[in-house]
């Protein structure tokens, strides 16, 4: 497999109050103040909280046999962003596949999220060096209304940084593996934090809920068969099962074949080809992904949900672009794969995508449960 960034975002939702249906006549406070309030939050947060928190998860990396060097911070990016989330706008279908979800309707609102300064590292693991970083980000919800749901995401992205030298795709797949189980440890430090940076008063209305978990993993790929998969779903209307029973040649199954063994190896389940969907993003990015699935150990009080796949920015594979090695040792720097990523921003928006869609499923089942 020729890997250039493996992206996994896993996130955990953060409730206040009975969650009910909201109240029609309840006025949620102005996006100006929100993002003042909000952004004194997190500041709290990356002084008091944050740098303990990263230094348990760089404990975690080492007991799976990675380790971290610190890199030079990134100058272009501002220790603390404040925005609007506008960015949901990705050819995509994402459900959560209950009977209870759009019981509690609510107007589609953008999000106020608030991202905090990437940690850079240097990760040697599996036997390769990799350009490592790391981001929590939360959203202001809670503070626009105690009803609302609050999310907390970890990112992670990883570049080989010998990109003449791919990794083998399990060194991929165990990537995604490690990742996902330390943020299953940092999520509830990550609430906590978030918590204690609130005014007392809004901390007296916690309600805990903590059994609605997402993550989303998208790893770029430039071979040809996945290229050919690509074309075949987007321009013919070839739907994944067909591509994956061998109906539109050799190499768009082989395409096929790439996509399941990714997504089965990093959710450990047997994948349904009828629930691969295809979501575009312009110009010129697309990801063959499944849509949200339950991860294989729920129980009836957790509900956990994974979005897989593969992601490529179109016409990359097969432009004519210098092939030899001193050109790649130039051009195909950390910084500019990920400028260039399919996995990075179609990541982003099914994440996006997905958490709006948890965070109705989430109101039903707790609905559901008081009644």
């Not at 999000?111 to 970083?133: A, C, H, Q, T």
């Not at 440890?185 to 997402?214: G, M, N, V, W």
């Not at 040792?329 to 921003?345: G, V």
């Amino acid at each position: 497999m020729s890997f250039q960034l493996a992206a996994n975002r896993v996130m955990g939702i953060c409730a206040f109050g009975k969650i009910t249906k909201p109240d029609s006549n309840a006025k949620l406070l102005s996006t100006n103040r929100v993002a003042k309030e909000f952004l004194a939050q997190m500041g709290s947060m990356a002084s008091d909280k944050l740098p303990t928190i990263i230094a348990d998860i760089i404990d975690a990396f080492d007991e799976w046999g990675a380790e971290l060097k610190p890199l030079p911070p990134d100058d272009r990016e501002l220790d603390l962003t404040v925005f609007r989330d506008t960015s949901a706008a990705v050819n995509a279908e994402v459900s959560f596949g209950d009977a209870a979800l759009g019981a509690i309707q609510e107007p589609t609102r953008d999000p106020i999220v608030g991202l905090f300064k990437s940690y850079r590292y240097k990760m040697r693991f599996e036997n390769m060096d990799w350009d490592l970083r790391i981001r929590p980000s939360v959203t202001a919800c809670v503070l626009e209304r105690a009803d609302r749901l609050s999310k907390l995401w970890w990112t992670y992205e990883a570049v080989p940084a010998d990109l003449l030298g791919a990794p083998h795709p399990q060194s991929c797949e165990r990537f995604v593996k490690m990742t996902t189980e330390i943020s299953e440890t940092a999520l509830p430090a990550l609430r906590r934090a978030y918590i204690d940076a609130l005014d007392p008063h809004k901390r007296q209305s916690e309600c805990k809920l903590e059994f609605a978990r997402l993550r989303v993993s998208l790893l770029d790929n430039t071979e040809l068969p996945f290229s050919k998969l690509v074309d075949a779903m987007l321009l013919s209307g070839v739907s994944f099962a067909e591509a994956a029973g061998g109906k539109f040649g050799a190499d768009t199954q082989e395409g096929a074949r790439m996509v399941v063994r990714f997504i089965e190896e990093t959710t450990k389940q047997k994948l349904n080809p009828a629930i691969v969907k295809l979501a575009t993003r312009g110009p010129g990015l697309a990801a063959v992904h499944c849509n949200a699935m339950p991860e294989a150990d729920l129980t009836k009080s957790e509900y956990r949900y994974v979005i897989a796949g593969l992601a490529s920015a179109i016409n990359m594979i097969s432009s004519n672009l210098p092939t030899s090695d001193e050109w790649k040792k130039r051009s195909q720097s950390p910084d500019l794969i990920r400028s260039i990523s399919a996995a990075r921003p179609l990541s982003a928006a099914l994440a996006d995508i997905a958490a709006r869609g948890l965070d109705r499923f989430a109101r039903s089942r707790q609905a559901l449960v008081n009644g």
